[in-house]
C-alpha cells in the first residue's frame, strides 16, 4: 500500500535522544540489536535494546550526522527508555542528551518524498524509515522550524495526513509498530523485523545469545501476521479457528485490516475469526 501523492505529518512528540563523544557509535553497537560502528554521516539504522533473554526493552531510529547521532522513538518510551539506555555508559565516551522538547520530526512519505524533504529544509537531517511499509522518512529540525518546514512542504502540493491514515498504510503494508505490535514482552522476530533491525554477524551485545540461538536453530512461538476480514475489527479481540480455539490477538486494526500476533502454525490463507467476524490470514 503506497501514497500516490506527497504528504507529511508532524511527529514531533516522538522521544529523541542525540548521542555525541568520540565512541557514540561503538557504545550503540555495543548494546543494540543493528550494527553501528562504523556509521557514515547520512546513514540510518534501526534496532531494539533487549533484555538478556531476548525481549525488547525499546525500539528506536537513527541516522548520523558529522558529529552525532540522532534517535527517535515512540512517546510511550520517553519516560523509560532513555535511562534503559544510559545505564550502560560506564567510562564509554559518549554523551547522551535529551532533545525531545528541542528537536522537531516531520514525517514525508510518497513519491520524491527524500527530494522534497531536502528542498524543504535545506541543510536539515533527513532520514529514511521503513516504518510505513512504503517510501517515507524524517526531518529533523529544530522545533520552533517545524511550521516554516511544513508550510514548504505544502508549498509544493503536499497535504497533510492524519494519523489514521498512516496507520492504515502501516497495518496494509504489515509493518510492527512500539506499543502496538511490539512491547517488553516481544522478541524481535515474533514482530518479524530483524531483516531491518537486527544484525547476526556482529559481536556480542545484551541478548545476543538469545538472538543467535533463535536465528540458527529455532524458531518462535508466535509471528505477526495480517489479516483481512469481512468487516471492521477491533485491536484487542481474540483470533480463533474455527473450532473456537484461540491463536492470538489483534495487535492493530484499520476497518477490516489487521495486525495480530499469532501461534506460528497459523499460516497464510487459514481462515480465522474474530469475535464473530470471518476473517483470512493473508501474510
Known amino acids: 500500500m503506497d501514497f500516490e501523492n506527497l504528504v507529511y505529518a ?6 529523541k535522544l542525540r548521542f555525541t563523544g568520540e565512541q557514540r557509535a561503538w557504545f550503540l553497537h555495543q548494546i543494540m540489536t543493528q550494527s553501528f560502528d562504523p556509521i557514515s554521516p547520512g546513514e540510518v539504522r534501526e534496532a531494539a ?3 538478556a533473554h531476548g525481549r525488547m526493552v525499546g525500539y528506536l531510529e537513527a541516522v548520523a550526522t558529522d558529529d552525532s547521532i540522532l534517535t527517535h522513538f515512540e512517546p510511550e518510551l520517553t519516560e523509560s527508555f532513555p535511562d534503559e539506555i544510559r545505564r550502560y555508559v560506564f567510562a564509554t565516551m559518549v554523551e547522551i542528551t535529551d532533545v525531545t522538547e528541542e528537536m522537531g520530526l516531520v514525517l514525508v512519505a510518497g513519491p520524491e518524498w527524500a527530494a522534497t524533504a531536502k528542498t524543504a529544509a535545506p541543510g536539515a537531517p533527513v532520514q529514511s524509515t521503513s516504518a510505513l511499509g512504503t517510501p ?6 529544530p522545533r520552533a522550524e517545524v511550521p516554516a518546514v511544513i508550510d514548504a512542504l505544502a508549498g509544493t502540493g503536499a497535504r497533510r495526513a ?5 496507520e492504515t498504510v502501516r497495518i496494509g503494508n504489515g509493518v510492527a509498530r512500539w506499543g502496538r505490535d511490539m512491547t517488553d514482552k516481544t522478541i524481535p522476530m515474533e514482530a518479524r523485523i530483524e531483516d531491518v533491525a537486527v544484525h547476526f554477524e556482529k559481536g556480542c551485545y ?20 495480517r489479516i483481512e476480514a469481512s468487516a471492521p475489527i477491533d ?3 481474540d483470533v480463533t479457528t474455527p473450532d473456537g480455539t484461540k491463536v492470538g490477538r489483534v495487535t492493530s486494526s484499520a476497518g477490516p485490516t489487521a495486525l495480530a500476533i499469532l501461534k506460528y502454525t497459523v499460516e497464510p490463507g487459514t481462515a480465522v475469526a474474530v469475535g464473530e467476524v470471518d476473517a483470512k490470514v493473508v501474510a
Open 49 to 51: 535494546l533487549l533484555t
Open 235 to 237: 485491536s484487542g479481540a
Open 10 to 15: 508532524d511527529r514531533s512528540e516522538r522521544g
Open 162 to 166: 492524519a494519523e489514521e491514515e498512516l
Open 206 to 225: 545484551v541478548g545476543q545469545e538469545a538472538m543467535a540461538k533463535i536465528h540458527f536453530r529455532g524458531r518462535v512461538n508466535r509471528l505477526l501476521r
Open 136 to 141: 517515507a522518512g524524517y526531518v529533523w529540525t
